[in-house]
C-alpha cells in the first residue's frame, strides 16, 4: 500500500500543484485584464480629449467668423444709412439755392472763406452762383476775381493766384466734414 500512498500523494501533490497554478494563472489574466482595461479607458479618455479640443477650437472660429461677418454686415448697414442720410441733405441743401435764404447763407460762407484768405485770389462758384457771387464778393473785397468753374450745391472756394486751394467752403465740404464725426458717433453707438 505504500505504492499506492505515495502514488495518491503524489497525485495531490500534483493536483495542488496544478490548483495553485491555475489560481496564479486566473489571478495574472485578471491582473491582465484589469491593466488592459484601464490603458482602454485612458487612450479613450485621451482620444476624447483630442477631439474634444478640436472641437472646440472649430467652434470658436465659427463662432469668431460669424462675430466678423456680423460686424461686416453692421458697418455696411451704418455706412449706408449715414450716406443715406447726406446724400439727402446735400440734395435738401442743393435746393436752396432757389430760397430767399440762400443769398444769407452764401454771404456768410463768403465772408467766413475770404476772412482767412491774404493776397490776390480767385473765387470759384458754381455757374448758378455766378450772379450772386460778384455782387457778394465785390463788397467784401473787389480785387478778387469770380470763376464760374466748379460743380457744387453751393458755396465756393477760394484760390490763391498761384492755383493753391487755401479754403474750401462748399456745402459738400462741410457735408463731409460731418459725415466723418456722424459715421464715427453711430460706429460708437452701435458697438456699446
Known amino acids: 500500500m505504500a505504492i499506492e500512498d505515495i502514488f495518491r500523494a503524489l497525485e495531490e501533490q500534483a493536483d495542488a500543484e496544478c490548483t495553485e497554478i491555475l ?26 480629449a483630442a477631439v474634444e479640443d478640436v472641437i472646440v477650437s472649430k ?38 439755392r432757389t430760397g430767399a435764404a440762400y443769398e444769407g447763407v452764401f454771404r456768410a460762407l463768403v465772408e467766413e472763406t475770404l476772412s482767412a484768405v491774404t493776397g490776390e485770389c480767385d473765387v470759384l462758384v458754381d455757374p448758378a452762383d455766378a450772379a450772386l457771387a460778384e455782387k457778394v464778393v465785390k463788397a467784401v473785397n473787389s480785387s478778387y476775381v469770380v470763376k464760374p468753374e ?43
Do not use: Y
Open 23 to 48: 489560481r496564479v494563472a486566473e489571478a495574472q489574466a485578471s491582473s491582465v485584464r484589469d491593466e488592459a482595461h484601464r490603458e482602454a479607458e485612458r487612450t479613450k479618455a485621451q482620444k476624447l
Open 59 to 96: 467652434v470658436g472660429k465659427t463662432i469668431n467668423a460669424a462675430r466678423l461677418e456680423n460686424r461686416k454686415a453692421l458697418a455696411a448697414v451704418r455706412d449706408s444709412a449715414v450716406e443715406q442720410a447726406f446724400a439727402g441733405a446735400l440734395e435738401k441743401l442743393g435746393s436752396m
Open 150 to 192: 466748379i460743380s457744387t450745391a453751393g458755396g465756393l472756394i477760394a484760390v490763391t493766384v498761384g492755383g493753391k486751394v487755401t479754403r474750401r467752403n462748399t456745402f459738400e465740404s462741410r457735408l463731409e466734414k460731418a459725415r466723418i464725426l456722424a459715421q464715427a458717433q453711430v460706429a460708437e453707438i452701435l458697438t456699446r
